[in-house]
């Protein structure tokens, strides 16, 4: 069974900066691209940021560029996202998920991934 499950939301004030994490289970992690989602209330789920299986090759959403950072560790099996200058834009449930990645492309579409975890609440207070 796969399993996917993010860590280290929160609640931070405007400027500030969180670290996410996800561990996955019951798939070979280094084979999948690993991307982070997020959905506000009332909005549909958007990408934030995707990493290849081998890290080469990551993938940001404009709003995202130049403040987060995404790094996977495929030793054990986790994926991280790294979100600085956080504004209060920025408050939404994050989700990771996992697409089956060698041979296919890294993708920003939702619909392409294969499995999600349940997400973890960022809250940035202005």
């Known amino acids: 069974q796969v399993q996917l499950e993010e860590s280290g939301g929160g609640l931070v004030q405007a400027g500030g900066s969180l670290r996410l994490s996800c561990i996955a289970s019951?798939?070979?992690?280094?084979?999948?691209?690993m991307g982070w989602f997020r959905q506000a209330p009332g909005k549909e789920r958007e990408l934030v940021a995707a990493i290849s299986w081998s890290g080469g090759v990551e993938l940001f959403a404009d709003s995202a560029k130049g403040r987060f950072t995404i790094s996977r560790d495929n030793v054990n099996n986790m994926a991280f996202l790294r979100m600085n200058s956080l504004k209060p834009d920025d408050t939404a449930v994050y989700y990771c998920?996992?697409?089956?990645?060698?041979?296919?492309?890294?993708?920003?579409?939702?619909?392409?991934?294969?499995?999600w975890g349940q997400g973890t609440q960022v809250t940035v207070s202005s």
């Open positions: 998920a996992a697409r089956r990645g060698i041979g296919v492309p890294l993708s920003l579409d939702v619909v392409n991934y294969d499995y």
């Open positions: 019951g798939l070979p992690f280094s084979s999948y691209h």
